[in-house]
């Protein structure tokens, strides 16, 4: 019912509305949505707490411009877009509850106030908080900083052709600050993006100590590798980057490793195996078998004559059938694999390549005695954003672009059959 303080504007709404209003006088309150709760509505409402003209500026969305470096804190279940603490302050002044007529503008304020500052026992769980999704019991590794849905712009400064549908790419951060102190860890991915096409995800397969560019080795095989594929130097492209985990090099220290890499799949074992050899004192023997269709099928062929020469490395080399003038081993990977038979004793297999190659790969290792927690393989199934928010890489409990793309035998026996 209309109150001596609200009856004079109420005047002012339509004769229809006076209308309605003398109909419902001295009834019950009409149902919501009625015509009675629409004439209820014509007097001017008491304008809110100036907190809720703060809702977040469109030049201030968290979509649109980059957040603060600090990685963004992990929340149960999903990543959080926006800290709680900076969360929109319409949102906080919200849970205020409502005083009629002038108190609500009052106390609204002293509610949003009170809102914005964080209780003190909530402050230190939210900075000991790390990034996106980390998942508990995983390394902390290099985050990419800022907005992780927001690309960093880089130029293309190198193509190489490795074979006829691989390319090889190598870019530059276009800000230069970003450049230099960009980290990463062996087996860690970026996001490329192509504007206009879209963005896939990548290992980085340049070595961390090469800080002149990023490398990624890209194979044609849809719309966006595609567009890849025709890119030139000086093209702009978007990275995010670095995303994942990495290969537990650490843990192997005093230990044999043992890396197997077949087609495309060489170019995360490229990266891990350089990392490896620059640090050869920590390590015991270092070995590589290295199988493709053929030899014009090999990626990185301007290197594999140093990898053969190389002291510190036992390099073999194979292809699924006889070739023209080819000096060394023929044969499907699995095969060639139980034919070198390499100790399991203090050995860690390292593995990557096609799906089916990886299968039959790790049969033979278990068939020559490598316990599961010692083969180490990668998994790049459906990635698609990167940080746990799409949900379509995830196998049971776990997200292949946070808690992998690297797993242990171990881990994968302990996901369900669908990978």
Known sequence: MATKKTAGKAKAAPKAADADSKKTRGRAAPAAGGKGAQAAKAPKAVKPAAAQEKALPTDEHPM????????????EGETALVPENEAPHAAKAAEAPRAPGAEAAKAAPKAAAKAEAPTAAAKPEAAGKPGPRMPRGITPRPLMTGNPYLPKL?????IIQETRNIRTLRVVLDDAEAMENFTFEPGQVGQVSVFGAGESTFVINSPPSEKSFLQFSVMDAGEVTDAIHHLSPGDKVG??????NYF???DWKGKNVFFIGGGIGMAPIRTIMLHLLERKEDYGKISLLYGARSPVDMAYSYELDDWKQNPDLDCTLCIDNPYENWGHRVGLIPKVLEELAPSPENTVAVLCGPPIMIKFTLQALEKL?????????TLEKRMKCGIG????CNIGSRYVCVDGPVFTLKELQGLPPDM
């Open 64 to 75: 649109l411009t980059e957040l603060k470096e600090a990685p963004l804190p992990a929340v």
């Open 154 to 158: 880089a130029t293309v400064v190198e």
């Open 239 to 244: 990275v995010r980057a670095p995303l994942g």
């Open 248 to 250: 537990p090099w650490k």
């Open 369 to 377: 005695g490598f316990a599961p927690e010692n083969i180490v393989t």
């Open 389 to 392: 928010i799409c949900g379509r």
